[in-house]
Every structure is written in structure tokens, then in C-alpha cells.
């Protein structure tokens, strides 16, 4: 029986040790105050779940937060096993309220907080009085449970009057003129005024001030501010000098706008001072032009004529850029057509560019080339070539007439016949007809001076733009053939824009050309048969230049040859390349007839061929090569009276 106790005690531990033990549950205690009384709180020694023990400490603490400890009773076979488990019970320090109190201005309506920043409800003691400058208030917390009352001394901040603002009176102002009332015044006192400012009228303005902290208002002045009517009076001088304005006694030596104030009246002076330079000529279309004397360099077998146009009528109006005699080296607007440009290089060659060849009244470039020698005739606007018609009796080929008549530019000879009006700048005339490129690369700038075939070159780059130019007598010719053009009846006083030199051109002052490469021009060759006696290689290319050719002519082979210009024509000219193809001579050719004639021109071309003639030869001459045969059947005729003629040619012919 000794060892019962042992074997029973393991039994326990053996069976503890088998098992999941439960954690005791306990309902938490809540928060309780320092010192508050605590016999009434107990630590229960049986949990929610069963379990029996004990805590330690065994009482519960009323000064410190505790951790207290349960210990389960050992569980009996059979029972739960539960282990230990804690629970922290908290002491809290009781609270004393807190307010925030805003500024209180003596005599406002203000009710105390009845609850504090703590979130703590109560009540206060004595009741709220505004009149009491400096009090003491206290709170009682509703429930007293770790709070405390609260004592609250509460100032009260004592009303004040508003200042008197201080301004300074704004003086009459003109009408229009910027009004701005100052929203500080000299004091230092803010606010805003009414009604909205007006600055046409007269108009009184009342200021309210901006209150600070208990301030009471006090006095809120007003201000009148008178509003004067404003005046002004406009010049518009045009001068090509300096202008003294007797208004101010002033001289003015630019262009601009001047104003001079005296009281609400205001007198403004538009002053244009022509100082820019003449960059293009206006001509009035009643008697205006320039004329260039006849001498040796303006009879030429080919030429080309240019100039910046800006016309200034319309339609189908006659007015003449430009003419050497009649109908020669002709340019005018108009005629049968509206809006076109007519090019007459010489008798009988009337070239029209077509209906609205040219825009009224806008700078366009026009460039005119002719070369009989090549039946050349182009237009171009703008440097894009326009189709021509020719209106005329002649061919492209007429030669251009030599004559000692003077040129004129913007007239029909020295009568004033058709005069011109609107503005020209850059007129150029060259003894040579340029190509598409040249006048591309050129129009668009000035020449300085000379260039190759240039023969006039007019800048009209003098005087000052409608300026005083009286004192101009002539246009000056760069291309240093002094083809000098004499300004006939202009104007040219101050002020004149239709009879005068321009500030503005058809294009910039001064903006010069590139000394580009001259390219001889010429037309595709045609390929050839084998053995072709003539040489399709022009010595002249379409734009004038002579020179030679290399290798020599051979009608053998396709062969690539090298045009190289004469020597001295020019300095800045290039050379040019053409494929001549030789195709060799076909062995064989059918002839064909209606009715089977040889009729008269016929040009039997292939070698070793037979024809066979069934009806007759109708006369003339036939051409063939030696070796062919005529068979001629049996009922054919001869015309009466025919000869025949055979001709032996070279290659294919």
C-alpha cells in the first residue's frame, strides 16, 4: 500500500502528458483608478471553461497595473486538462479636463464647452458672463470616475473702436485714364471700397475697413474723385526729312508715333519719314518711262528679257513693259485676251501667254526667250514655263530685225503710246537665250553687275523710297555696257508712291546671285540607220552657245559625244553630254499600196528588195537603192509624160 500514492501520482502525469490541455477563460476586468476602492472586484477562482485554481497575487492591486497569473488544480483522470493562463488588469491616474477657449471680445455671445478636449461631458460653474473681464470657471465632469473638476480662468479681451482711415484725396483724373483707389490707408488700416470704380465719371467712393479682433467699427470715410471728359487731336505728317512738331517744339529725325499731353487733351503725331532706300520704280500709267539710246549691243540675233512685274490695272488693258521698235523685242499686258502678257520678239510673232497669265496688282517675275536660229520661243512666271500661242503671221524662225530705234521700258516707242502702270524692279536684257536652270537660279536675286550676254541690268536700287529723287536723272546700267535708262516725266517728289522709286521691290535689296555654271542646252537625238551621211550634231544648242563636238561624227557605231563652247564667249560656261544611238540597217521592207501604185515619192529604203508594180506608176520621182528591182506585170502602165529618177544614197538610204 506504500507505493499507491507513487503509482497514482504517475498515472496523473502520464495521463496529463497524453492529452491537449484547454486555456482557462476569464471575462476582463475592467480599468479601475488609483486608489479607488476594490473590495467589491474579485479574481474568480473558477473560469468560464471550468477550470479550478488560483491567482497569484491573490488580491487585486489598486496603485499599479498588475499581471495576475491562474494556476489550474492537477486534472483528475477522466477530467479537462487546462493549463495557465494571465490577465492584466490597468490602473489609470484620474483626468482632469481640458478646454481650448477662443478669444472672447467683451459682451459676446459665447457658450463654454460641455465637453473637453478629452471627449469628457460635465457641467460648469458659475454660468458664462462676457462682461467678466477675468473669471474663474469650474467643471464638473458627469462622471467622476478618473476625472477630477477642473478650474479655468478665462480672459475676456476688451473692445476697441476702429481708427479713422486716413487717405490722401486723389486728384481729378481725364476720362479713360487708369483709376486705383488704395485699399490701405495711410494709417495703416485695410479694407475695400464701393461701389466699383469707374474712371468715365465722377463718382464718390465709400471705404469700409476690415474689423480686427473685437474692434467696433468707427468712422468710414468717403472719397470723390472727379473724372474729367479727355480730348485728343491726330496729324498725320509725311516727310522725307526731319519734322519739327510745333505742338512740343520737338524734331524728330525716325519714323513713328509721338504724343504730347497737356492736361486731358492729347495731340499724336503719325510721322512717316521716307529714309528707306529705292529698291523698285512706279510708274503712273500716263507718261512715265524710261528711255535707253540705240547703240551696237542692243541689236542682237537672240535674246532674253526679264523683269520683277507688279502690275496695276487689270483685264485685258494695253500697258508696255517694254520695246525696241514696233514689234520688236515687244512685252505688254493684255490685248485681246484678260489678264495676259503678249511677247513680240520680232514681225509677225505674236506669242500669248493665255487668260490670267499674270495676277493684278502682285509682284510676279517674267522672263521672255527667243532664238529664231532653233525656232526657240519660252515664257516663263516665276521660273515655270507657260505654253505660248502664237497669234502671229510668222514662224518661230522669223530672224529678229536689226533696228537703230532707242528701247523704252514701260511705253510703246518715244511716243508714250500704251504707258505702263505699276512697278518694275530687276530688268535684265541678255544677248543670248537662257535656259529654264539659269533663270531659275537668277530671278529670284540680283546681279551685281556683269554676267555672261548681259547687256542691261537695271537694280533701280537709287534715291530713297518715295522720297524726294528730283535730282535723279537716270537709272544706272550695271552690266557695264552703260545701257544708262533716262527717266522721262516722273514725278519723284516727297510722298509720291505712283511716280517715284520704291522702298519695297519684287524682291530683296541686295541679296546677290551665285556666279552659276552656264550649261549648253540641246534637244535628244533621234537614233540613226547605219551609214547616215548627215551629222544630227548642232554646233548652236538651243540657249545660243556655239562650240564643237568630240569625238568627229560616226555613223558607224553609237557613240557619246562631248560639247565643248567656243572660247572667250563665256567664262563661267560648262560642257555638255549626247548619246547619238546607230541602228543597224534592216535586210528587208514591205510595201505597201491600195492599188498596188508606185505613186510619186516614194522612198524604198531597205537593200536587195523587189517590187512588184501591177497596175502602173503614177509619176514623179521614186527613189531607191541600187540592187532593187520594179517587176512589172503584164498590163502595166506608165503614165504619160513620168520620168523616173534613181538616186543611189549612203546607209540605209
Known amino acids: 500500500m506504500k507505493y499507491f500514492p507513487i503509482f497514482f501520482f504517475c498515472l496523473l502525469t502520464q495521463f496529463a502528458v497524453a492529452q491537449t490541455c484547454i486555456t482557462p477563460t476569464f471575462n476582463q476586468i475592467p480599468p479601475i483608478c488609483e486608489g479607488e476602492n476594490v473590495d467589491y472586484l474579485f479574481l474568480p477562482p473558477t473560469s468560464n471553461n471550468g477550470a479550478n485554481g488560483t491567482w497569484s497575487p491573490a488580491t487585486i492591486s489598486n496603485t499599479a497595473t498588475t499581471t495576475y497569473t491562474f494556476t489550474p488544480m492537477p486534472a483528475m483522470p477522466g477530467m479537462p486538462c487546462f493549463t495557465t493562463t494571465t490577465m492584466i488588469i490597468e490602473v489609470k491616474s484620474p483626468v482632469t479636463p481640458r478646454f481650448t477657449i477662443p478669444v472672447i471680445c467683451e459682451g459676446a455671445a459665447y457658450t463654454l464647452p460641455t465637453t473637453s478636449n478629452e471627449g469628457i461631458t460635465g457641467t460648469w460653474f458659475p454660468a458664462f458672463n462676457s462682461s467678466m473681464l477675468n473669471q474663474i470657471y469650474t467643471f464638473t465632469p458627469s462622471s467622476r470616475r478618473c476625472t477630477n473638476e477642473a478650474m479655468v480662468p478665462i480672459s475676456i479681451t476688451p473692445n476697441t473702436i476702429e481708427p479713422t482711415p486716413i487717405f490722401d484725396q486723389i486728384q481729378p483724373i481725364c476720362s479713360?485714364?487708369?483709376?486705383?483707389?488704395?485699399?490701405?490707408?495711410?494709417?495703416?488700416?485695410?479694407?475695400?471700397?464701393?461701389?466699383?470704380?469707374?474712371?468715365?465719371?465722377?463718382?464718390?467712393?465709400?471705404?469700409?475697413?476690415?474689423?480686427?479682433?473685437?474692434?467696433?467699427?468707427?468712422?468710414?470715410?468717403?472719397?470723390?474723385?472727379?473724372?474729367?471728359p479727355s480730348t485728343s487731336n491726330t496729324t498725320n505728317i509725311t516727310t522725307c526729312d526731319s519734322y519739327t512738331w510745333s505742338v512740343n517744339n520737338v524734331t524728330y529725325n525716325s519714323s513713328g508715333t509721338y504724343t504730347s499731353v497737356n492736361g486731358c487733351h492729347t495731340e499724336i503725331l503719325n510721322l512717316s519719314i521716307n529714309l528707306a532706300a529705292g529698291a523698285a520704280l512706279s510708274f503712273d500709267g500716263i507718261d512715265d518711262n524710261l528711255q535707253i539710246p540705240h547703240n551696237s549691243s542692243l541689236n542682237m540675233t537672240q535674246f532674253t528679257i526679264e523683269t520683277w512685274l507688279k502690275w496695276g490695272r487689270s483685264d485685258n488693258f494695253v500697258d508696255f513693259i517694254c520695246s525696241k521698235d514696233f514689234e520688236l523685242m515687244e512685252i505688254h499686258t493684255g490685248g485681246a485676251l484678260g489678264n495676259n502678257i503678249r511677247f513680240i520678239p520680232t514681225h509677225g510673232v505674236w506669242l500669248d501667254g493665255g487668260v490670267n497669265t499674270i495676277t493684278p496688282n502682285t509682284w510676279i517675275y517674267v522672263a521672255c526667250v527667243y532664238n529664231p536660229s532653233i525656232g526657240l520661243a519660252k515664257m516663263y512666271i516665276n521660273g515655270v514655263e507657260i505654253p505660248l500661242t502664237n497669234n502671229g503671221a510668222n514662224p518661230l524662225t522669223t530672224p529678229v530685225v536689226s533696228s537703230t530705234k532707242d528701247m523704252f521700258i514701260g511705253t510703246r516707242g518715244g511716243g508714250g503710246n500704251y504707258p505702263m502702270a505699276g512697278q518694275l524692279d530687276e530688268f535684265?536684257?541678255?544677248?543670248?537665250?537662257?535656259?529654264?536652270?539659269?533663270?531659275?537660279?537668277?530671278?529670284?536675286?540680283?546681279?551685281?553687275?556683269?554676267?555672261?550676254?548681259?547687256?542691261?541690268?537695271?537694280?533701280?536700287?537709287?534715291?530713297?523710297?518715295?522720297?524726294?529723287?528730283?535730282?535723279?536723272?537716270?537709272?544706272?546700267?550695271?552690266?557695264?555696257?552703260?545701257?544708262?535708262?533716262?527717266?522721262?516725266?516722273?514725278?519723284?517728289?516727297?510722298?509720291?508712291?505712283?511716280?517715284?522709286?520704291?522702298?519695297?521691290?519684287?524682291?530683296?535689296?541686295?541679296?546677290?546671285?551665285?556666279?552659276?555654271?552656264?550649261?549648253?542646252?540641246?534637244?535628244?537625238l533621234p537614233s540613226i540607220f547605219s551609214g547616215t551621211v548627215a551629222s544630227p550634231l548642232s554646233s548652236i544648242s538651243n540657249n545660243g552657245i556655239t562650240g564643237t563636238w568630240t569625238p568627229a561624227f560616226n555613223n558607224l557605231a553609237t557613240t557619246t559625244y562631248s560639247f565643248t563652247p567656243t572660247a572667250g564667249l563665256c567664262s563661267n560656261l560648262g560642257t555638255a553630254n549626247l548619246t547619238l544611238s546607230?541602228?543597224?540597217?534592216?535586210?528587208?521592207?514591205?510595201?505597201?499600196?491600195?492599188?498596188?501604185?508606185?505613186?510619186?515619192?516614194?522612198?524604198?529604203?531597205?537593200?536587195?528588195?523587189?517590187?512588184?508594180?501591177?497596175?502602173?506608176?503614177?509619176?514623179?520621182?521614186?527613189?531607191?537603192?541600187?540592187?532593187n528591182k520594179i517587176e512589172m506585170n503584164p498590163g502595166f502602165e506608165v503614165s504619160g509624160g513620168a520620168i523616173y529618177l534613181t538616186k543611189i544614197l549612203a546607209g540605209c538610204n
Open 428 to 524: 535684265r536684257v541678255w544677248n543670248r537665250a537662257l535656259s529654264q536652270a539659269e533663270i531659275q537660279s537668277r530671278y529670284n536675286c540680283e546681279i551685281p553687275t556683269a554676267d555672261c550676254g548681259l547687256v542691261i541690268n537695271l537694280h533701280f536700287n537709287q534715291g530713297s523710297g518715295s522720297g524726294i529723287n528730283t535730282s535723279i536723272l537716270s537709272v544706272t546700267d550695271a552690266s557695264g555696257n552703260n545701257n544708262h535708262a533716262t527717266l522721262n516725266n516722273f514725278d519723284k517728289s516727297c510722298g509720291n508712291f505712283y511716280s517715284n522709286f520704291l522702298a519695297t521691290g519684287g524682291l530683296t535689296s541686295g541679296v546677290s546671285c551665285t556666279n552659276n555654271t552656264i550649261l549648253p542646252t540641246f534637244s535628244a
Open 582 to 627: 546607230v541602228m543597224p540597217c534592216p535586210t528587208t521592207q514591205t510595201f505597201t499600196s491600195s492599188n498596188d501604185n508606185i505613186s510619186s515619192g516614194t522612198n524604198l529604203q531597205k537593200a536587195n528588195q523587189v517590187i512588184t508594180a501591177t497596175n502602173k506608176i503614177t509619176g514623179g520621182n521614186t527613189t531607191y537603192q541600187a540592187g
Open 176 to 228: 479713360g485714364t487708369n483709376l486705383i483707389l488704395p485699399t490701405t490707408s495711410i494709417n495703416g488700416i485695410s479694407g475695400t471700397w464701393t461701389p466699383a470704380i469707374n474712371n468715365t465719371s465722377t463718382t464718390t467712393y465709400f471705404f469700409k475697413p476690415t474689423l480686427q479682433q473685437c474692434q467696433i467699427a468707427g468712422i468710414e470715410p468717403s472719397m470723390t474723385v472727379v473724372v474729367n
